[in-house]
């Protein structure tokens, strides 16, 4: 696929510095604490809530290799058995949460298996994790159960135990479909292994298959991206999902930063990452999809949903289980201690393995409500008048004001909605929106 003659950069270059930019949650996890890890047993004390989804998160830290960018607790070394632990571990961990008044007796809206590399379970060991996690949360009502998985460890028998599990959106962790890209970015499949596994994936009749791909990766060139951002259009995804790549400081891309004494990262710029997800999203509604937020294209929005991503941002709970994992329970997050062995011995102990929680305010909640639901491109104030009984076009003058004056978006009555081009920076533009008291730990947390 040969490119055009014009380039699709037509900015000044703005380097792509260490640091995390991407907006997950809110307030920044800096201000979590170990000091607030109590705040969770209260919650779990309280009697359900009436009208509140219930989701439910597994993480499986295990995985083939490390990607040179991956940010997340990931294990490489883990055998058969020190796996079957740790599937007990968390199994354990989810049924003390189960017998809580918080919790007993609720179904799930939704489940998410993430990692690491869920899909590098056996089909035994899935069958076994998800049959008892059924009998604790029963998932038979629901609306989505997401399973990620890296396409090097999908045979035919793997996906087939997948689909039988009940997985409804199969997310393929792709990135894209260089292979010289793939090795030197630290990914372990490469790009026949993408076309075999999304085939037969296709044919066992998956509600939502998703495709992950990455701008700006180490090597990237603008050639080798329309190549790629060709190759997901011929397979046809349900959705396309694009995130921009950034080097957090805990990722191998940055120790070899750090060693060499380098501030700039040896990825793309910023300006040359989102005119290349400008590009793909430009493709892929030529081909009839729409783009629904600053990530993610879909072939047929009233068919396709991300039922995890959108009740989260909406306040739903989320009942997490795993080492490092992140829950929402209450209006109070928490995340699980960061490495496995101090995990399953406080499982093994019979004490909650959380490391740190943070208990929001009612503010926190509007704000994290309002910005997490900015990056789909349209909020409507009325909704959050309605629900916190505060106004959004008052209460963030100054910023929609910023935006609209930038050309990022515009204010409409009651709608704010933001361009392409605010879209395709809305993390950067949500660091506007945070309280006094948390911007100067926006960038780095």
Same mark, same amino acid.
């Given at each position: 696929?040969?490119?055009?003659?014009?380039s699709l950069?037509t900015?000044?270059?703005?380097?792509?510095?260490a640091?995390?930019?991407f907006?997950s949650?809110?307030?920044?996890f /800096?201000f979590?604490?170990p $000091?607030y890890v109590?705040k969770?047993?209260?919650i779990? %004390?309280q009697?359900r809530?009436?009208?509140?989804?219930l989701?439910?998160?597994?993480?499986?830290?295990f995985?083939?290799?490390r990607?040179h960018?991956?940010y997340f607790?990931?294990y490489?070394?883990k055998?058969?058995? &020190?796996?079957?632990?740790y599937?007990?571990a968390g199994?354990k961990?989810m049924?003390?949460f189960?017998?809580?008044?918080?919790i007993?007796?609720?179904?799930a809206?939704f489940?998410?298996f993430?990692?690491?590399?869920? /899909?590098?379970?056996s089909?035994?060991q899935?069958q076994d994790l998800?049959?008892?996690?059924?009998d604790?949360?029963p998932w038979d009502?629901?609306?989505e159960?997401a399973?990620e998985?890296e396409?090097?460890?999908l045979s035919e028998k793997?996906? &087939?135990g997948i689909?039988?599990i009940?997985?409804?959106r199969l997310s393929l962790g792709?990135?894209?479909f260089?292979?010289h890209?793939l090795e030197?970015?630290g990914?372990?499949?490469r790009?026949g292994?993408?076309?075999k596994?999304y085939?037969?994936?296709?044919?066992?009749?998956?509600?939502h298959?998703?495709? $992950?791909?990455?701008?700006g990766?180490m090597?990237?060139?603008?050639?080798k991206?329309?190549?790629?951002?060709?190759?997901a259009?011929?397979?046809?995804?349900?959705?396309?999902?694009?995130? %921009?790549?950034e080097?957090p400081?805990?990722?191998?891309i940055y %120790?070899?930063?750090?060693?060499?004494g380098?501030?700039t990262?040896?990825?793309?710029?910023w300006?040359?990452?989102?005119?290349?997800? /400008?590009?793909?999203?430009? &493709?892929?509604?030529?081909?009839g999809?729409?783009?629904?937020?600053?990530?993610?294209?879909?072939?047929d929005p009233?068919?396709?949903?991300?039922?995890?991503?959108?009740s989260?941002?909406?306040g739903?709970?989320?009942?997490?289980c795993g080492v490092a994992?992140f829950g929402?329970?209450?209006?109070?997050?928490y995340?699980?201690?960061?490495d496995?062995g101090p995990?399953?011995?406080? +499982?093994d102990?019979?004490?909650p393995?959380?490391?740190r929680?943070?208990?929001t305010?009612?503010?926190?909640?509007?704000?994290r409500e309002?910005i997490?639901?900015?990056?789909l491109?349209?909020?409507n104030?009325?909704?959050?008048?309605?629900k916190y009984g505060? $106004?959004?076009?008052?209460?963030?003058?100054?910023?929609?004001?910023?935006?609209? /004056?930038?050309?990022?978006?515009?204010v409409?009555?009651?709608? +704010?909605?933001?361009?392409?081009e605010?879209?395709? %920076?809305?993390?950067?533009?949500?660091?506007e929106f945070?309280?006094?008291q948390h911007?100067?730990y926006a960038?780095?947390?």
């Amino acid at each position: 696929m040969s490119a055009p003659t014009e380039s699709l950069i037509t900015k000044k270059p703005e380097a792509t510095e260490a640091g995390n930019y991407f907006v997950s949650n809110y307030p920044p996890f /800096s201000f979590w604490k170990p $000091d607030y890890v109590p705040k969770v047993a209260e919650i779990l %004390q309280q009697p359900r809530p009436d009208g509140v989804p219930l989701g439910v998160y597994f993480h499986i830290p295990f995985c083939r290799k490390r990607c040179h960018f991956c940010y997340f607790k990931v294990y490489t070394d883990k055998n058969a058995a &020190e796996i079957r632990a740790y599937i007990n571990a968390g199994l354990k961990e989810m049924e003390t949460f189960a017998r809580q008044p918080y919790i007993a007796g609720r179904k799930a809206h939704f489940v998410y298996f993430g990692g690491g590399t869920p /899909s590098y379970l056996s089909v035994p060991q899935l069958q076994d994790l998800s049959s008892r996690m059924k009998d604790m949360v029963p998932w038979d009502e629901a609306e989505e159960v997401a399973f990620e998985a890296e396409p090097g460890t999908l045979s035919e028998k793997k996906l &087939e135990g997948i689909r039988e599990i009940g997985v409804t959106r199969l997310s393929l962790g792709v990135e894209h479909f260089d292979d010289h890209i793939l090795e030197s970015n630290g990914r372990a499949h490469r790009s026949g292994e993408v076309d075999k596994a999304y085939r037969f994936a296709r044919s066992l009749g998956f509600e939502h298959i998703n495709i $992950d791909l990455i701008a700006g990766m180490m090597n990237e060139t603008e050639e080798k991206w329309r190549y790629a951002v060709g190759r997901a259009l011929e397979l046809a995804p349900d959705a396309l999902t694009i995130y %921009q790549m950034e080097v957090p400081y805990n990722t191998g891309i940055y %120790q070899q930063m750090k060693a060499e004494g380098k501030v700039t990262a040896p990825v793309a710029d910023w300006p040359t990452k989102r005119a290349w997800v /400008s590009y793909a999203f430009d &493709e892929f509604t030529k081909a009839g999809y729409t783009v629904t937020s600053a990530y993610t294209a879909v072939k047929d929005p009233n068919r396709i949903k991300f039922v995890y991503r959108d009740s989260l941002w909406d306040g739903a709970d989320l009942l997490s289980c795993g080492v490092a994992s992140f829950g929402h329970l209450g209006g109070v997050h928490y995340q699980n201690q960061a490495d496995v062995g101090p995990y399953m011995q406080a +499982v093994d102990a019979g004490t909650p393995p959380i490391f740190r929680a943070y208990p929001t305010t009612k503010e926190e909640r509007f704000v994290r409500e309002f910005i997490l639901k900015l990056k789909l491109g349209r909020v409507n104030a009325a909704h959050y008048r309605a629900k916190y009984g505060d $106004d959004p076009l008052v209460k963030f003058a100054p910023q929609l004001a910023y935006i609209q /004056s930038e050309g990022f978006g515009r204010v409409d009555g009651d709608v +704010v909605e933001l361009n392409r081009e605010g879209l395709l %920076q809305v993390d950067r533009l949500c660091h506007e929106f945070f309280l006094p008291q948390h911007k100067q730990y926006a960038r780095y947390t």
